[in-house]
């Protein structure tokens, strides 16, 4: 998924709010696990459908498509995502954050 496509598979979808506390070397580093958990999500949780991020300043939030519950369940457990929350911790890069799972009811949009 890209702008402003919309994938109609989506059942569910995890919400996050995160505000960061991260300086340029612990920038550096969460875009490199960032990336890691990633590709290790896309190879390995089917139904994994795709996110979209929108950032102002230190806050962000992360819309993450599923096609399962089963699938955020995949993705909550996966070894690559455990190990990146425990670093995100223990380098204290977020300051506040946030997540909800949703059920997505009604999923519409516009593609230019």
């Not at 496509?5 to 960032?34: C, P």
């Not at 996966?78 to 204290?92: L, P, Q, S, T």
Request: hydrophobic share 35%; net charge positive.
């Amino acid at each position: 998924m890209n702008g402003f496509e919309v994938d109609t598979r989506a059942k569910w979808m995890v919400v996050s709010y995160n505000r960061h506390s991260r300086n340029q070397t612990q920038e550096d580093l969460y875009i490199e696990q960032n990336r890691a958990m990633l590709e290790a999500i896309n190879r390995d949780v089917p139904g994994y459908l795709g996110r979209k991020v929108v950032k102002t300043g230190s806050e962000s939030i992360s819309l993450i498509y599923f096609e399962s519950y089963k699938a955020i369940k995949q993705w909550r457990d996966h070894c690559e995502h455990v190990k990146i929350k425990g670093g995100a911790m223990k380098n204290n890069f977020y300051e506040e954050y946030e997540i909800a799972v949703t059920k997505v009811v009604e999923m519409y949009g516009c593609n230019k």
